[in-house]
């Protein structure tokens, strides 16, 4: 499922270019986000899977670019940066166009240096990674660690914590608690050991009840499709194993959209994390 992804230095002209369309985001999957940038400091890029071009940049660049946008709802001082998107498979996006053509010429006149981009190119129908051979696209294999954790308290999930429809506040401080909980577990963290360290250098316990278990913690860094992600989960839910699985994902920090399409930043949201 979850394959690897590449790294290229690409022009925003390059992801506009008909050819690429057509090649990459129009027969299949593209996920592309512009590395070693900062969201909250440095003009942002990506393409969100579904043919969507995604410009987060800073009022500078938004007032020289001189293409419409609207204004980040991050960070809390208003009108300092702004958000452009731009449907790649629109039929507006034909060179013969002036609405492609505007967008063009800007590019070339303001964004016209290469950027590094982190790509992920996978089969439209089942999510499967697939080769991307544009050239210059080195292949970047996944991260992956094990970890044998001994010892560790282990909360009891509460029936009502499962299969609730009306969230009540009793609900909602179980499933935060529990969320705290896995995003330590996933880090290996030794504050949910059974011999946690002194309350005077941490104050965190672990949720009531819990029970002593052995757990194991499989981590896997990089960029990963969300068919992939979503693949994994559905395989380790139909699994015969009776304990109880987390999946914790944490998304880029610098990436200009979260869940859902929402704008993401340091501000709002800024972790990007979820769990289930």
């Given amino acids: 499922y979850l394959g690897c992804y590449y790294r290229i230095s690409l022009k925003l002209s390059d992801l506009i270019d008909p050819g690429f369309i057509a090649n990459y985001v129009k027969r299949n999957t593209l996920v592309a986000l512009s590395a070693d940038r900062f969201i909250d400091a440095d003009d942002v890029f990506a393409i969100d899977g579904r043919g969507t071009l995604i410009l987060s940049v800073c009022k500078d660049t938004y007032e020289t670019l ?57 089969d439209k129908q089942s999510g499967t990674p697939i080769t991307f051979d544009l050239p210059g696209a080195s292949a ?72 002593l278990a052995d757990i194991e913690v499989h981590t896997f860094s990089g960029l990963i499709s969300a068919q992939a992600i979503s693949s994994v989960a559905k395989e380790l839910a139909n699994s015969p194993c009776q304990n109880e699985i987390y999946i914790c994902v944490w998304g880029y920090e610098d990436a200009p959209v979260s869940w859902k399409l929402y704008e993401h930043g340091f501000l709002t949201s800024g972790e990007n994390i979820a769990a289930a």
């Fill in 140 to 211: 970047v294999e996944l991260q992956s660690e094990r970890h044998h954790l001994q010892g560790i308290s282990v909360p009891r999930i509460d029936n009502e914590l499962v299969g609730v429809s009306k969230r009540s506040d009793v609900w909602v401080e179980q499933a935060q608690e529990l969320f705290e909980w896995i995003g330590l577990a996933a880090s290996c963290s030794q504050a949910i050991a059974s011999n946690a360290c002194d309350s005077q250098i941490s104050t965190y316990s672990v949720p009531q009840p819990n029970s």
């Fill in 66 to 122: 001189g293409l419409v946008g609207r204004q980040a709802k991050f960070p809390l001082q208003r009108d300092t940066r702004y958000v452009i998107e731009i449907d790649l498979l629109a039929d507006c996006m034909d060179p013969m166009k002036k609405y492609f053509q505007r967008i063009k010429s800007r590019f070339d006149a303001v964004l016209d240096e290469p950027v590094e981009f982190l790509v992920g190119f996978y």
